[in-house]
């Protein structure tokens, strides 16, 4: 089994490759940061390791052995790979690259994440996305993600979050279901239409709509005659002319620039400021992650 290279002898070799190439333990010093005496022990040290002189001395010259010469060239192989760990490093910290690692649910990655991606690679063509989708809650810490984007409240305290935008949760229905039936006026009026409502798959409960009363919030349970469990459903039911059900603005948006929904019962519509990136403490530095919460601040 090969000997384990200690850290003194690795020091040794970086001020022995500095001395050889600058010719005199002070100039290594200064260019190394540290004491002339501090190069001086470090290569006394690495000569009794290695059992050779590395330098001839005298009081005005310092010259490579016969052996140092044969030495020296591959000390300043390990200077150099040194150095450029240093600088991948340092570029590292500034310049985003890698694979970044993305939890969200469905809605959240169609909707906020996806019509980002392009803009975002535009920017840093050195960054791969893995965007993983799903209505259930994964553990980011465990499952080696760099970065969520959820809905709802939060409380994992392991994890650094940022609030994005706001979003409206309103009632939808289609024109031409409208046209037959008139929209509502109010949420008690609700009852008299059909509706299409959403059952979480992950945990079967019915999602409870809620409507700005006044100055209070209640929430209403539709007794609805078509339940779903994706709210890209909701949308592509309700706008085949099934009735009337809510979605966030931000997923009924594109639905309503083509004609395909109008909104019911606006002035009733909840604001709602949940929507939060989240990303574990080791990550606090990753440039690609800083770059990626950037992105996503600036929307609107």
Known sequence: MKEQIGIDRLTGLIAFARAGSLGSYTAAARSLSISPSAVSKSIQRLEKQLGVSLFARTTRSLTLTAEGRDLHERALRLLNDAEEIEQAAKAARTEPAGTLRIAASLPIGLHVIAPVLPKFRRLHPKVNIDLRLSDHMVDLIEGGFDVAVRIGDLSDSRLLSRRLLPHRLCCYAS??????????????????????????????????????????????????????????????????????????????????????????????????????????????????????????????
Do not use: C, K
């Not at 039936?181 to 509706?195: F, I, N, V």
């Not at 299409?196 to 006044?214: E, H, I, M, T």
């Not at 009924?252 to 929904?261: D, E, K, N």
């Open 175 to 300: 024109p031409e279901y409208l046209a037959g039936r008139g929209p509502p006026t109010h949420p008690d009026q609700l009852a008299e239409h059909d509706t299409v409502s959403l059952r979480y798959q992950s945990s079967g409960q019915l999602f409870r709509w809620p409507f700005r009363v006044g100055n209070r919030e209640v929430e209403i349970v539709p007794s609805s005659g078509i339940i779903v469990d994706a709210s890209e459903a909701v949308l592509a039911t309700i706008s085949a002319g099934a009735g009337i059900g809510m979605a966030t603005s931000f997923m009924a948006s594109a639905w309503v620039r083509r004609g395909a929904l109008v909104p019911v019962l606006a002035d009733y519509a909840v604001d709602r400021h949940n929507i939060t990136a989240l990303w574990p403490e080791s990550r606090r530095s990753n440039p690609a992650v800083r770059a990626f919460l950037n992105t996503l601040s600036e929307l609107s």
